[in-house]
């Protein structure tokens, strides 16, 4: 591996031990997340289905406990970060026979060719090259197995202001994904469906808990659909679930 990338996974390990080990300076932003609740639910629930009897990999597992969810209906499920904070965190609380957690790094995993019928990620991708972790990704993959990813898109100008004001809640090699990325994903892994989320629901979010924000949620979703039709819209939301399907030979 080059030594760009060498000192690249170095950062993201140094910051990511950091936020595992003390304070995580995102906590403050969670409040955000209401705009693509939706999102997130479709992701976990597209993963709950289809690793049901299925070799899984979760590609950068932080210390979550998606593993409850997804791992007891699983064949097997594996999970792997750079953060070794974040794995003997969950070594500790995990009890399931067939999950286990490794410290590794994603651009170059140990496991052997077709190794896994579904990978699924949140919010990592975006942490690494695009190029190398897809290479990767579809040389773990068995054909016809998915790859399923919830990341962060970097098209929208007001967000990426957002971002730069608050340096601390980022590495420094993070790259919010756009359009070319998923380009390079659907040409390593595979066919690629795309959907996206947070556009105008972000405006949702300071109002007060209550049906009101509800039904605000609900009104700027619909919209948000119809923007996403959009090609030189879509890239302006927040966040994008993807989902890849490898080819069978």
């Known amino acids: 591996m080059d030594s760009v990338t060498d000192h690249r996974v170095l950062r993201e390990k140094e910051f990511h031990e ?30 709950r289905q289809l690793a049901a009897g299925m070799s899984v990999l979760e590609y950068g597992c932080g210390d979550t406990d998606v593993w ?78 998915k790859a399923i990813f919830w990341e962060p898109l970097g098209g929208n100008p007001l967000i990426n202001a957002y971002r730069f004001f608050t340096p601390d809640a980022r590495t420094e090699d993070e790259h919010p994904l756009m359009a070319r990325d998923y380009s390079v994903l659907r040409k390593e892994i595979g066919d690629m469906s795309l959907s996206f989320f947070g556009l105008f629901t972000l405006l949702s979010v300071p109002l007060p808990d209550s049906v009101i924000r509800t039904s605000a949620f609900h009104a700027f979703r619909k919209i948000d659909e119809l923007l996403s039709s959009i090609p030189g819209v879509r890239y302006l939301s927040w966040y994008c679930l993807s989902t890849f399907t490898k080819q069978k030979i």
């Not at 932003?29 to 209401?34: E, G, V």
């Not at 410290?103 to 919010?123: N, P, Q, R, W, Y």
């Open 18 to 47: 950091k936020r595992f080990s003390e304070f995580d300076h995102r906590e403050s932003q969670k409040k955000y997340y209401w705009a693509v609740w939706d999102g997130a639910e479709k992701y976990l629930q597209t993963v």
């Open 68 to 145: 409850k969810q997804v791992g007891p209906n699983a064949k097997t499920y594996v999970g792997i970060d750079i953060s070794g904070a974040a794995v003997s965190r969950l070594e500790g609380e995990c009890d399931l026979i067939n999950t286990s957690f490794h410290v590794m790094d994603a651009h170059k995993m140990t496991f052997e060719d077709e190794s896994f019928d579904l990978i699924f990620g949140s919010g990592i991708i975006h942490h690494l090259e695009t190029e190398k972790a897809a290479r990767e990704i579809a040389r773990v993959l068995r054909p016809g197995g």
